[in-house]
C-alpha cells in the first residue's frame, strides 16, 4: 500500500514542480485563443476552465486507464513505476504541447502540425495514421461498455443491442456543436468518474486486509514469461503516454480562453488519468493476488475483470456504481475520437463545418466502418483483443511522432534548450514502438535478438537527428 501512496504523492509532486517546468519552456502568453479570435459556434466555443478539464479528462480517460493497467499488472507493481514515470516526463508533457501548440494554430490538429514542423509527407502519413487510430479508438469503446451493458441488462439487450445504440448516440455527439452534448454531459460524467474510482480505492484500502496492494519490485511476475520491454510499455498506453491524446488536446485547445489555463487542463488532465490508471492496476493485483489468477480472469474478457472487481470490492450496489463509471468513461472517449476524426478529415478536404451537411458527409462513412469493426470485434472471440493490440501500437507510435513534432516546434521557436523535455521521450518511446512491432505476434514476430538491437539503433539515429537540428539552429541564429 505505501507504494501506491507514494506513486499517487509523485504525480501531485511532478504536476506541481515538473509541470510548472514545462510550462516555462512554452511560455503561454496573452494572445487571442481560437475560442475568442474565431468562435463559430461548432467546435471553437469559449468553455470555462474547470469545464475545459472534464472535458479533456473524459476525452482522454477512455477505457484505456482501465483496461490497460490491469493488463499492464499482469506484469507485476512494477507496472505503478511506468504509469508514475511515464505520465510525468512523457504522458503529460506530450498533452500539454500537443494542446499548447495546436492553439497557437488556430486549433489545427496533430497531422496539420506535422506538415508544418516535419514537412508534407509526414502531414499525409499523420493524417493516415491519426484517421486509423481514430477508428481504432472508437471501435475499442463502443466494445467495451456494450460487453459490461450486456451484464447488467436483459438478455435481449446483447452485445450487438448496445453497440447500435452507442454509435446512435455517436453520431449526435460528432455531428452537434460541442458545448450542446459534450459540454452539457461531460462535467457531470465527470464528477461520477472521479467518484467511482475513489470508491474503488477506497474500498479496498479499507477492507480490512481483505485485500493487500503490494510494494512496488522491478521483478516481472507476468505468468507466461511475456518481457516487460516493450510489451508493458505499450499495453499500458492511457495513463502513461498516450498517441490517443495527441487528437484530442487540440480540441479543446479551441474551447480554452487563455493560454495560460493549459498546464491545469492540458498537464493536469494526464496526471487526472493517471491517478485512475494506479487506482485500477493497483485494484487488479490487490482483487485477484497473484497474477497468474488476473491473467486467467483477463482471458475471460477484461469487462469481466472490471464487473468482478467492482462488485466484490464495493458490493452490488457499489459495484453498479462503479461499473457505471466504467462504462460512462470509454463512451465519452468514443465519441471525441469520431468527432477528432472528421476534423482532421475536413482539413484534409478544406471542408468548413458550419453546415450540418458537411459534417454529415465526413460522419456518415466513418461510424459505418466503426460499425463494421465492431460487429467484428463482438463476434469473434478474439476480435476485441486483436483491435485492441493494434490500436495500443498505434496509439504509441503517434505519440512517438507528436513527441518529435513538439520538439521540432520547441526547436524552430528558438526554445532549443527546452527542447529536451519533449526529445528524451520521443527517443524512448520510438524504441518502444519500434521494437514491439518487429517482436509482437501482429507485426514481424522476430527474436528479442533482432528487436532489440534494431530498436537501440533507431532510437539513437532519431536522437542523432534531433542533435543535429539543434546545433543547426544554434548555428543560424548566431
Not at 396 to 403: D, H, N
Not at 405 to 412: E, F, G, P, Q
Request: include cysteine.
Amino acid at each position: 500500500m505505501l507504494s501506491l501512496l507514494l506513486s499517487l504523492a509523485v504525480l501531485v509532486i511532478g504536476y506541481l514542480v515538473y509541470g510548472r517546468l514545462v510550462n516555462r519552456v512554452f511560455a503561454p502568453d496573452d494572445r487571442q485563443t481560437p475560442a475568442v479570435a474565431v468562435n463559430d459556434g461548432v467546435d471553437c466555443v469559449p468553455m470555462k476552465p474547470w469545464k475545459a478539464y472534464l472535458v479533456q479528462l473524459l476525452n482522454i480517460a477512455g477505457t484505456g486507464p482501465i483496461f490497460g493497467p490491469l493488463m499492464g499488472a499482469v506484469f507485476g507493481p512494477v507496472v505503478f513505476l511506468w504509469i508514475v514515470l511515464g505520465s510525468i516526463l512523457g504522458g503529460a508533457v506530450h498533452d500539454f504541447m500537443s494542446g499548447m501548440i495546436s492553439c497557437r494554430h488556430g486549433g489545427s490538429s496533430i497531422a496539420e502540425l506535422s506538415g508544418i514542423y516535419l514537412g508534407k509527407t509526414a502531414k499525409w502519413v499523420m493524417r493516415i495514421f491519426s484517421v486509423v487510430l481514430l477508428v481504432l479508438c472508437g471501435v475499442v469503446f463502443v466494445t467495451s461498455p456494450a460487453g459490461l451493458l450486456d451484464k447488467l441488462t436483459p438478455d435481449w439487450m446483447n452485445g450487438t443491442f448496445w453497440a447500435i445504440v452507442i454509435l446512435a448516440y455517436y453520431l449526435l455527439a460528432t455531428l452537434l456543436p460541442i458545448d450542446k452534448v459534450i459540454g452539457k454531459l461531460y462535467p457531470v460524467f465527470g464528477v461520477l468518474l472521479v467518484t467511482m474510482a475513489a470508491a474503488v480505492i477506497g474500498g479496498i484500502l479499507f477492507s480490512g486486509g481483505k485485500f493487500t496492494i503490494p510494494e512496488i519490485s522491478l521483478a516481472n511476475l507476468h505468468p507466461e514469461g511475456t518481457p516487460v520491454w516493450p510489451y508493458m510499455f505499450i499495453t499500458v498506453a492511457c495513463g502513461a503516454i498516450s498517441g490517443f491524446h495527441a487528437t484530442q488536446s487540440p480540441m479543446i485547445a479551441k474551447c480554452i480562453t487563455s493560454e495560460k489555463q493549459g498546464r491545469k487542463i492540458f498537464y493536469g488532465a494526464m496526471i487526472g488519468e493517471s491517478v485512475i490508471a494506479l487506482v485500477w492496476a493497483a485494484a487488479g493485483v490487490a482483487f485477484y493476488g497473484a497474477t497468474q489468477v488476473l491473467n486467467d480472469a483477463l482471458k475471460a474478457g477484461a469487462s469481466n475483470v472490471v464487473y468482478d472487481i467492482s462488485t466484490g470490492v464495493l458490493g452490488t450496489v457499489g459495484g453498479i456504481l462503479a461499473i457505471v463509471g466504467v462504462i460512462v468513461c470509454p463512451i465519452t472517449s468514443g465519441d471525441t475520437a469520431f468527432r477528432s476524426a472528421r476534423l482532421i478529415l475536413s482539413e484534409t478536404f478544406h471542408l468548413e463545418q458550419k453546415s450540418i451537411r458537411n459534417r454529415l458527409v465526413i460522419t456518415i462513412p466513418l461510424l459505418v466502418i466503426g460499425g463494421l469493426l465492431t460487429w467484428f470485434a463482438i463476434t469473434n472471440n478474439n476480435g476485441f483483443q486483436i483491435v485492441w493490440r493494434y490500436f495500443s501500437w498505434s496509439n504509441q507510435t503517434l505519440a512517438m511522432i507528436s513527441l518529435w513534432v513538439a520538439t521540432a516546434y520547441l526547436i524552430k521557436t528558438g526554445k532549443t534548450y527546452g527542447s529536451l523535455i519533449t526529445a528524451l521521450p520521443a527517443t524512448f518511446m520510438s524504441a518502444v514502438s519500434l521494437t514491439y512491432i518487429l517482436m509482437a505476434g501482429e507485426g514481424f514476430g522476430l527474436s528479442s535478438s533482432v528487436a532489440y538491437p534494431a530498436g537501440i539503433v533507431f532510437a539513437v539515429a532519431m536522437f542523432c537527428l534531433y542533435l543535429w537540428m539543434y546545433l543547426q539552429m544554434k548555428k543560424n541564429r548566431k
